[in-house]
C-alpha cells in the first residue's frame, strides 16, 4: 500500500508503520500484525479486514460533558465546508496509508458537515465521495461500510424511522438515499444501519408496534431502493441496548435476530455486533457473537472496549488478550465475517493529545487481535478445547439422546428412560482447565 499524503503533511515524522515481530522495542511498529502471515488457511489481512473508523479518528476532539476540545486538528481549521472536509480526508487517508489499513468505515455527517437543506448536503457529500474515489483509486484503500447519522441533529430527538412525526421520518429517508448513493458510488462493501435513537424514552408516550412497524418498512424500503440501484452488499444492523434512548428496539443480537425474522429482512441483513454494546447489554461480547454465529449472521464487528466501572459507551482501544482470544476461537469456528471485518469504533482518551497517540492506539488494537488469532487458531489445532465439548454433549450423539435430537422421542418416552435409568452422574464442565488451557497457549 502506498502512502497518500494531500498538500500538507499531518502526520509528521511518522512513517508507514511495519511488523518488525515480538522483539521489537519500536513503538511504532507491529509486533504481532503480519498482514501477510498465514493462519487456518487465510492470511491475517484476509482474516481481519481491519477498518479505520472516520467519525472517532477525525472527528472527535475529546470534549465530554464537563469540557471543551482537547483534540485541536490541523485539518479542521478552513472556512469553507466542503475545502475543510477535503483537508480532512487527506489526513484520512494518510493515516489509513501508513497504517497499513485496508479499509475504513463513515457516517455521511463524519466526511463533511451537514446543514438544515437536503439539497446542500446532497451536493457537499458528492463533492466529497468524487473526491475520496481519487484517494482510494491512488492508495488501495476500500470502503468496509458506510452509514447515515440518524440521532444527532435535534430533529432526530424520537428517532428516525420510529420518530411519531412522519417529516422527521422523510429526512431520514433522505439521509440514507445520499449515504447508500455514496456508499455504492464509493464501492462499498457493506451497509450499515445504527438506530442510535430508535426506542423510547418512556412508553407513556409510545405506540411501540407502530414504532417497530414503520422501522421495518423504512428498512424495506431503504433496501429495496439500494438493489434498484446495482448494490449487492450485505445490510448490517448494529445492536446496542440503550444510550441515548432509555431502552432503544435494536437492544441486542438475540433481539435483531427476532426482528429481522418477523419483518422478512432475513435474507438481506447481518449483524454488526460492537464490544461496548454487548456489555451495556449485560452480555459478554462472546455471547453475542455466538448468538450471530448460531444464526448465520455474523456480518461484522466494532472493535473496542468498555471501563467496567462506567455505566455507559466509553469506546476505548481493545487490549484485553484473554477476551479477545475467547472472541477469535468463536469468529474463526463460525467461519469468519460474512462481508465485514474489524472496525476500530474507538477513540483515544481525552488526554491523548499528541497525533502519534493515535497511532500507538490502533496498533495495540491491531496487535492484540493478531495474537489472539494466532492463539485461537493453536487452540483449536492444538488442544483438547473442541475435544472437551463434543464429548460433553455425546450422550446426544447414539441412542435415545439421539433419537430427542431426531424428534423422536415423547415426553413419555422421556419418563420411561428417567425412570429405568435412575439418577444421572454428575459430569464436571472443567470451566477452570478451560480458563487455564486460553492461558497456556497466550
Not at 501508513?98 to 463524519?110: E, G, R
Not at 467461519?335 to 469504533?345: L, R, V, W, Y
Request: with cysteine.
Amino acid at each position: 500500500m502506498s502512502v497518500i499524503i494531500g498538500e500538507k503533511e499531518f502526520f509528521k515524522g511518522i512513517d508507514q508503520i511495519k511488523y518488525e515481530g515480538p522483539e521489537s522495542k519500536n513503538p511504532l511498529a507491529f509486533r504481532w500484525y503480519d498482514e501477510n502471515r498465514v493462519v487456518a488457511g487465510k492470511t491475517m489481512k484476509e482474516h481481519l479486514r481491519f477498518a479505520g473508523a472516520y467519525w472517532h479518528s477525525f472527528c472527535g476532539n475529546g470534549a465530554d460533558p464537563f469540557g471543551e476540545a482537547t483534540h485541536l486538528f490541523e485539518w479542521d481549521k478552513k472556512q469553507d465546508a466542503v475545502e475543510r472536509a477535503k483537508d480532512k480526508m487527506d489526513a484520512a487517508f494518510e493515516f489509513l496509508t501508513k497504517m497499513n489499513l485496508p479499509y475504513y468505515c463513515f457516517h455521511d455527517v463524519d466526511v463533511v458537515d451537514y446543514t438544515s437543506d437536503v439539497v446542500e448536503n446532497e451536493r457537499r457529500l458528492q463533492a466529497l465521495v468524487d473526491y475520496a474515489k481519487q484517494k482510494q483509486a491512488s492508495s488501495g484503500v476500500k470502503l468496509l461500510w458506510g452509514t447515515a447519522n440518524l440521532f444527532s441533529n435535534r430533529r432526530y430527538m424520537n428517532g428516525a424511522a420510529t420518530n411519531p412525526d412522519f417529516h422527521v421520518l422523510s429526512h431520514g429517508g433522505a439521509q440514507v438515499k445520499a449515504a447508500l448513493d455514496a456508499t455504492i458510488a464509493l464501492g462499498g462493501e457493506n451497509y450499515v444501519f445504527w438506530g442510535g435513537r430508535e426506542g423510547y424514552m418512556t412508553l407513556l408516550n409510545t405506540d411501540m408496534k407502530r414504532e417497530q412497524e414503520h422501522l421495518a418498512r423504512f428498512l424495506h424500503a431503504a433496501k429495496d431502493y439500494a438493489r434498484k440501484q446495482g448494490f449487492k452488499g450485505t445490510f448490517f444492523i448494529e445492536p446496542k441496548p440503550c444510550e441515548p434512548s432509555k431502552h432503544q428496539y435494536d437492544y441486542d443480537a438475540a433481539t435483531v435476530i427476532s426482528f429481522l425474522r418477523q419483518y422478512d429482512l432475513l435474507n438481506d441483513f447481518k449483524l454488526n455486533l460492537e464490544v461496548n454494546h454487548a456489555t451495556l447489554a449485560g452480555h459478554t461480547f462472546q455471547h453475542e457473537l455466538q448468538v450471530a454465529v448460531d444464526a448465520g449472521l455474523l456480518g461484522s464487528m466494532d472493535a473496542n472496549r468498555g471501563d467496567y466501572q462506567n455505566g455507559w459507551d466509553t469506546d476505548q482501544f481493545p487490549n484485553n488478550i484473554n477476551e479477545l482470544v475467547e472472541s477469535m476461537l468463536i469468529i474463526l469456528e463460525g467461519g469468519g465475517f460474512k462481508g465485514g471485518g474489524i472496525n476500530f469504533d474507538a477513540k483515544i482518551r481525552r488526554n491523548s493529545t499528541d497525533n502519534a497517540d493515535l497511532f500507538y492506539a490502533h496498533i495495540g488494537g491491531m496487535d492484540t487481535f493478531a495474537r489472539a488469532l494466532v492463539v485461537a487458531d493453536n487452540i483449536l489445532q492444538h488442544s483438547e478445547y473442541k475435544k472437551i465439548r463434543t464429548d460433553r454433549y455425546a450422550s446426544f450423539d447414539n441412542g435415545k439422546g439421539k433419537a430427542f435430537e431426531e424428534g423422536k422421542l415423547t415426553l413419555e418416552d422421556l419418563r420411561a428412560f428417567a425412570v429405568e435409568n435412575g439418577e444421572p452422574v454428575l459430569k464436571s464442565g472443567r470451566q477452570e482447565y478451560l480458563e487455564n488451557l486460553i492461558n497456556w497457549y497466550i
